[in-house]
């Protein structure tokens, strides 16, 4: 069965800085890969997702991620953090069904 | 067009009360997934929808866990005999296709919370 570890469950960045939020699976073969983001109240939005190609994938509101199939990670990055940007954010594969992390928050220090 | 909408929102129970929770997925989407989120968790799988058919309930907890999408777009999920370890949030979300990679749009969840 697959998993996924999210190690970090709180972040604090200044506004402006750089963001890395890890998460690491387990499966026996290439996932589909996601990151989503959760505001309170609100429901998840998918942020990126790999499924196959170039390792390195876009998303929306400037986020990217990258997946290396050597440390079976999937890590998200931000080059400049915005206050907008503090939410929690989960890590899911998709292998036949959904697994999620138990979620990361973040919270961007004015 | 709308997003998917889930009611109520929040639900407040006794214990061992019947609750039916609302999802309305986006209009023509094909798969619908309920899931659970505890507080402080990611949200855990509990069933699959493909149209009509229930594709995969393998993370339904319990037998008083029934959920029904009787004609391929609304759905329920009904908890029978609520229990406090059923309080949680309980999420759908859809999707156009049955296709594994397609993203999942998710509704705002209910709050349910089981005295």
């Known amino acids: 069965a697959q998993s996924v570890t999210q190690p970090d469950i709180h972040i604090t960045v200044s506004e402006g800085a750089s963001l890395e939020l890890r998460c690491n699976y387990s499966?026996?073969?290439?996932?589909?890969l996601f990151w989503y983001v959760q505001s309170p109240g609100q429901g998840l939005q998918l942020l990126l997702k790999y499924f196959s190609g170039d390792t390195l994938v876009q998303g929306i509101k400037g986020f990217e991620a990258e997946f290396k199939r050597s440390q079976s990670s999937f890590n998200l990055r931000k080059p400049s953090v915005h206050w907008s940007d503090a939410a929690e954010y989960f890590c899911a594969v998709e292998a036949g069904k959904s697994t999620f992390g138990d979620g990361t928050t973040l919270t961007v220090k004015p | 067009g709308a997003g998917v909408s889930q009611s109520p929102r929040y639900k407040v129970a006794k214990r061992g009360q019947d609750v039916a929770l609302r999802c309305d997925p986006i209009?023509?989407?094909?798969?619908l997934f309920w899931y659970q989120q505890a507080l402080g968790q990611g949200p855990e799988f509990l069933t699959y929808f493909q149209n009509e058919a229930q594709l995969d309930k393998s993370g339904l907890p319990s037998d008083r866990f029934f959920a029904e999408r009787p004609e391929g777009s609304v759905s329920t999920l009904k908890i029978q005999r609520t229990q406090q370890e059923d309080s949680a949030v309980y999420l759908c979300?859809?999707?156009?296709?049955?296709?594994?990679?397609?993203?999942?749009?998710f509704g705002p969840g209910t709050r349910l919370t089981v005295l």
């Open positions: 979300a859809s999707s156009s296709d049955s296709r594994s990679y397609n993203e999942q749009f």
């Open positions: 499966y026996g073969a290439t996932p589909y």
């Open positions: 209009s023509g989407h094909v798969s």
